[in-house]
């Protein structure tokens, strides 16, 4: 699954209406209600406008939104410190920015649309279950698997190793109950914009995590399992 990302530049963007780039661009929820813009009732305001009513630097607005823009997959370096690098700065960082928002507008659209026949009952909970076990899932391998591989490995990094791996399956049945709680990412006909962008943010949550997961059980993790890889014709 793929998430829809902006593909025009800050002038084009400029231009868009708060609401759109909201249900486009997941994260910028978080920038918008910080900067106390209005993007679900107030929506179909220009960004441009919005800012400019608010007196609000229109350049810096842009910026920040420009940070935003990543793409579902980048290619990692092959190096193991390289690859931990950047599987820290593309997906830890990340999932920490992603989750607390996510969390928020799933409470939102729960509370609001509580007598909708489609609202996504339990959502919430679930992405607060989804995090706590993510963080504790990152801070195990950053203060002690990552620094292990870092240092070369030895032959007692294995275990940690299949650790990882094994929660990274419960992560991978959470994504698949998330989906399932959330139609597929696909919100239902007329959904608000707070609705369409919680579901937006969670098609690329799910498509972030699943590379992040990729990333190191298919190509870090091997570099430091030469037993388990050489079984494999």
Known sequence: ???TTLDHPTDDRAQQAIGQIAVN????????????????????????????AKGLPLDTVLAELAQLDRPAAQAAPQAPGAMIDHILERYH???????????????????????????PVGLAAHLEAME???????????????????????????????????????????????????RDATPPAGACNTWRALYAGIAQLSDDLINHIHLENNLLFPQFEPEAAACCP
């Open 132 to 182: 706590a076990e993510l963080l504790e899932h990152m801070e195990k391998e950053e203060a002690v698997l990552f620094p292990m591989l870092k240092a070369g490995g030895t032959p007692m990094v294995r275990h940690p190793i299949a650790v990882m791996r094994d929660e990274h399956t419960r992560h991978g049945e959470q994504l698949e109950r998330l989906m399932a709680l959330s």
């Open 1 to 3: 699954m793929s998430h």
């Open 25 to 52: 661009l997941p994260g910028s929820t978080a920038v918008f209600r910080r900067l106390k813009l209005d993007f679900c009732c107030g929506g179909h305001v220009a960004l441009q406008a919005a800012c400019a």
């Open 93 to 119: 960082a990340v999932h920490r920015e992603q989750l607390p928002e996510l969390i928020r507008m799933a409470r939102r659209v729960e509370a609001v649309h509580r007598d909708s026949p489609d609202v």
